[in-house]
């Protein structure tokens, strides 16, 4: 079994940097792809990006390409999201996601509570 806790979330104003973290537990989460994704108020979830078990393999959103870094630590079985130049509209709960073979939007089999990230104008 694998959990997923997530923090990190705020309020921030535009133009501004968060960085996420996802705790994960399990003995062998170290060797599973780590997915970030969001869902904004009347939208659908998305994804956002993904990380091999590695570390040495990144996917991104068109939307968050050059703004947002996803990164790992599987010593600490963690995973981060450093999110830079935030704007309004990636307001959104966050939730982390892992899954020993999905690679990109999923389905991933494991999902954290989500965490909430608010960008004022």
């Known amino acids: 079994q694998v959990q997923l806790v997530e923090s990190g979330g705020g309020l921030v104003q535009a133009g501004g940097s968060l960085r996420l973290s996802c705790a994960a537990s399990g003995r062998t989460v170290r060797m599973y792809n780590m997915g970030w994704f969001r869902q904004a108020p009347g939208k659908e979830r998305e994804f956002v990006a993904v990380?091999?078990?590695?570390?040495?393999?990144?996917r991104y959103a068109d939307s968050v390409k050059g703004r947002f870094t996803i990164s790992r630590d599987n010593a600490k079985n963690t995973v981060y999201l450093q999110m830079n130049i935030l704007v309004p509209e990636d307001t959104a709960v966050y939730y982390c996601?892992?899954?020993?073979?999905?690679w990109g939007p999923g389905p991933y089999h494991y999902w954290g509570q989500g965490t909430q990230v608010t960008v004022s104008s």
């Open positions: 990380i091999g078990w590695s570390g040495g393999s990144t």
């Open positions: 996601a892992s899954d020993p073979v999905t």
